[in-house]
């Protein structure tokens, strides 16, 4: 039956017998995440509360109930991981304090570091322009990324009236300086990697 956002729940709750249930993943979230999914009261709130409900395919209360089953393949494969915009109205509005946005995050990257197909490629491109920037400066240049994702995605002139409108008010730049402690930033994606081998 659909829950109090209309999604059906049906589709991914199937009967689990209790003894059955696998609680790697839920310590798997605590450690990585600090999230502690135990705690959640199903109250649905950050379902109620999420600005992109609307088209998740998998609700918020529904990602922390199939956390706290085991669920692991519904979550990486599932399309709200890409529809997700890290806004964290859900964690505003959980009164057990779940920083959902966070887990989404880290099961983005898990799916990705797996090479599970995003749903929205398009999000997972931008992903990885914005990520480069940061590798190899410490910031972002907006005018940079954006050019290049249009570029990338074939949509040559979008954005170029309000591009130009932007930069001609100073809103964006078309290059951004490095940071000054590069060595604290390399040693920040070599630490990242190495969990990733761990793991
Ligand atoms: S708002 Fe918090 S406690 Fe309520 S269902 Fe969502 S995660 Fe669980
Ligand atoms: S962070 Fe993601 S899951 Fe949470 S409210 Fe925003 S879009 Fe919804």
Redesign the pocket.
Same mark, same amino acid.
């Given at each position: 039956m659909p829950d109090a956002s209309g999604i059906e729940t049906q589709a991914f709750f199937k009967t689990i017998k209790l003894d059955a249930i696998d609680d790697s993943l839920p310590q798997e979230i605590k450690t990585a995440c600090g999230v502690d999914?135990e705690?959640?009261?199903? %109250?649905?709130?950050?379902?109620g509360g999420c600005s992109n409900v609307r088209i998740f395919d998998i609700t918020?209360?529904q990602v922390?109930k199939l956390i706290k089953t085991g669920q692991e393949k519904p979550l990486l494969a599932m399309d709200a991981l890409w529809a997700c915009v890290s806004c964290q109205l859900?964690g505003d509005? %959980?009164?057990?304090?779940?920083d959902?946005a966070r887990i989404m995050d880290y099961l983005r990257e898990k799916a990705y570091q797996k090479g599970i197909k995003a749903t929205r490629y398009q999000v997972q491109l931008f992903h990885e322009l914005m990520l480069g920037f940061i590798k190899k400066t410490g910031r972002v240049a907006e005018g940079q990324l954006i050019i290049r994702f249009n570029l990338k995605t074939g949509r040559y002139f979008k954005d170029a009236d309000l591009g130009r409108r932007l930069f001609l008010k100073g809103k964006i730049k078309p290059f951004s300086s490095k940071i000054k402690n590069r060595e604290d930033l390399r040693r920040i994606f070599q630490e990242s990697i190495e969990r990733e081998e761990d793991q």
């Open positions: 999914v705690t959640c009261l199903e %109250c649905g709130k950050c379902s918020p209360r922390v859900c509005r %959980c009164p057990a304090g779940i959902i």
